[in-house]
């Protein structure tokens, strides 16, 4: 993941961002421990340990500039490490990872805070070796002891990530610069990679004393500046509405090869707004530079400014090859009411998407079809070959369809497609045990009336659910439509206190441990979980292990495309739409590499500040 993620846009926004992370074919190393520069989980690394910068950056790219990103909602603590409250975006740029992504590759990784990495051949554990002149921002080094106490604490204090992490046992200094993280049983070929994805902390500046001589506390929030050994360094704090960040001059690690070509501006400001309706109109006012456009309708119509007829603005779309999706309307199993998959599978007979993106999206989008949607991992037609064998050792746990049918979505545009789908809903609902009484939807035996409230966080969603709603109401369901504040809803999620959410996974192309937190038993009722549904399967959990311990890369797809198929004939979710291109605009103050990497448009990573392209735009600070 970027160092440049915000935590708060992913979790504010429901997009899932892709972590390429995951089981998938065997690491090509030797069989013996060696130590490696490196590491690939579909192969061999592309660059040799001599490489002196990845291909797609400018190594001459000119330092310094301003550049001005746009969040949603607010922020009420520095420290990410906890699941309360709500960090601040871009913290990730004042911390090293033992490990950096490379973007033309797909999870493929290359030595920062460590200089190697070395794992035994059944993969029960990793050691990794840090460099010498790994330096926090106050010149002290970046020990295993930082490393250990970070990972320690992470897991401590952090529900999600000790979740993620919970197959390893233990991590402990095991020489004068290396850390040896253990894990619980042997064959997860993706743990030795991930712990190196870890931003470490310092261990010192966390067990000492503030300004006031009070002890800090890493289990609790807070808006004091934290020490940091990044590229960058926060420069000043507005809380809840700006964020800045200072590119550090003498930053330890900028001639490594991971870094050279990156970390070009001179400031990185975060600015925050209350909702994308005044977000976007900031945008247009020239308050911050650069946009990722989320809706089509915006997309269509909201660009048509002096700014933009001007060329000052610029719009543009960069392929997505990095990352598959599942965005849906997503019911909380845990409330009876959507307990029988029938009454799922009403609801998706009750959207009608084809004229929903006619009518409000411009024609942009298709129906998403998968959990994996957009990948080589995504299931289709019947099973067959390794998947069908795969798919026979659960048998008795999964719906029948799952042999027998190819899965597809309730297709509708046009009255009689409309009225015929609404019929099959009812039908179904009828069957679930749901019965008309007085005009309303109710359960035959209880009297209890069918009523769904979607849980919002974005004002933008509010014209879906309304599209939905008369839909859903001729069924006799009562529907609302609640939008609140960011930090609410993430309570509320968090909380699991919906009916209903907008809400999505974001896929690598080696998916794995992840799956866990998405769809597995053990998350339905963790606080925090990405479990969304609330989805409890036992054919699910053996599925997602076979995706975690695949042998190769065969393996892994079958294993994932088995998966899909189980999650979509249980009609957990009804899957709404995608793209598979990313629709952006920015401010023309910015040059890039000729060449962008394949997996990413690397905005703002690899970019820089144009210093003539600003001029003609405008300079702003």
């Known amino acids: 993941m970027s160092r440049f993620s915000s935590f708060a846009r992913l979790i504010g926004r429901i997009a899932a961002t892709a972590v390429l992370l995951a089981a998938a074919t065997p690491l090509v190393f030797a069989a013996e421990a060696e130590w490696r520069h490196g590491l690939s989980l579909l192969g061999t690394p592309r660059y040799p340990p001599d490489f002196k910068h990845f291909d797609y950056v400018n190594p001459n790219a000119p330092k310094g500039g301003l550049v001005r990103l746009g ?48 794992y035994p051949p059944d993969f029960s554990s990793v050691s990794y070796r840090l460099r010498k002149e790994a330096r926090w921002h106050d010149g002290k080094p970046v020990t295993p002891e930082d490393v250990v106490w970070t990972f320690e604490n992470l897991v401590k204090y952090n529900n999600p990530q000790r979740f993620y992490y919970r197959h390893v046992v233990k991590a402990e200094k095991t020489g004068e610069r290396e850390i040896t993280f253990t894990f619980d049983s042997p064959g997860n070929r993706e743990l030795p990679q991930i712990v190196g994805q870890i931003n470490v902390l310092p261990k010192h500046w966390w067990t000492g004393a503030d300004a006031q001589g009070k002890p800090r506390d890493i289990s609790a929030g807070t808006l004091e500046t934290s020490l940091g050994n990044g590229a960058y360094r926060i420069k ?29 501006f001179g400031e990185i400001r975060y600015e925050y707004y209350r909702d994308d309706t005044v977000e976007l109109e900031a945008f247009k006012a020239d308050q911050y530079d650069f946009r990722p456009e ?29 990352r598959g999706v599942m965005q849906a309307f997503v019911p909380n199993l845990r409330r009876d009411k959507f307990k029988d998959p029938r009454v799922r599978l009403a609801l998706s007979y009750a959207l009608d998407f084809e004229d929903m993106n006619k009518t409000l999206f411009f024609d942009q989008y298709k129906r998403i079809n998968s959990y ?100 859903l109401e001729r069924l006799g369901i009562e529907v ?63 599925l997602i292990d076979r995706v975690i311990f695949a042998k190769d890369r065969e393996e892994l797809i079958a294993a994932t495309k088995a998966l899909d198929r189980v999650l979509l004939w249980n009609y957990y979710v009804v899957p709404t739409w995608t793209i598979d291109y990313a629709r952006t605009a920015r401010w023309d103050r910015f040059g890039r590499p000729e060449k962008l990497p394949a997996y990413s448009y690397g905005f703002p990573e690899i970019w820089w500040y144009d210093r003539e392209r600003a001029a003609k735009v405008g300079v702003r600070q």
Not at 96 to 105: F, K, R, V
Not at 398 to 408: A, D, G, I, R, S
Not at 412 to 433: D, F, I, T
């Open 480 to 542: 609302g439509a609640r939008v609140v504040d960011s930090s609410q809803y993430i309570n509320r999620l968090r909380a699991r206190e919906f009916d209903m959410v907008v809400a999505g996974w974001g896929q690598s192309l080696s998916p794995g441990n992840e799956q866990r937190d998405y769809f597995g038993s053990e998350a339905a009722d963790r606080d925090a979980s990405r479990n969304y549904a609330g989805i409890k399967n036992p054919a699910v959990d053996a």
């Open 71 to 118: 969040e949603n909602g607010s922020f009420d603590t520095l420290n990410f490490i906890i699941t309360k409250g709500t960090p601040a975006a871009g913290l990730t740029l004042i911390y090293d990872t033992l490990m950096a992504p490379s973007l033309d590759e797909v999870a493929t990784e290359y030595g920062l805070l460590a200089e190697a990495v070395r």
């Open 372 to 471: 994996f949607s957009g990948t080589e991992l995504a299931s289709s037609g019947l099973p067959a070959g390794k998947e069908l064998e795969i798919l026979k050792s659960v048998r008795d746990k999964v719906p029948p369809e799952v042999f027998t049918k190819p899965f597809v979505n309730p297709a509708g545009g046009g009255e009689e497609a409309r009225r015929a789908n609404l019929r099959e809903a009812a039908r179904l609902l009828k069957e679930a045990g749901y019965e008309i009484r007085d005009r309303k939807l109710v359960n035959a035996k209880t009297g209890e009336a069918m009523k769904i409230e979607f849980l919002l966080v974005s004002p933008a969603f509010e014209r879906v659910v309304l599209f939905y709603k008369p839909a």
């Open 236 to 264: 000043s704090v507005v809380p809840g509405r700006t964020i800045a960040y200072e590119r550090v001059p003498d930053y330890w690690g900028k001639n490594l090869p991971v870094n050279i070509g990156r970390d070009n």
């Open 294 to 322: 989320n809706s089509a309708k915006s997309w269509a119509t909201a660009y048509d400014f002096p700014a933009r007829r001007e060329n000052k603005v610029v719009l543009e779309t960069f392929p997505e090859r990095a």
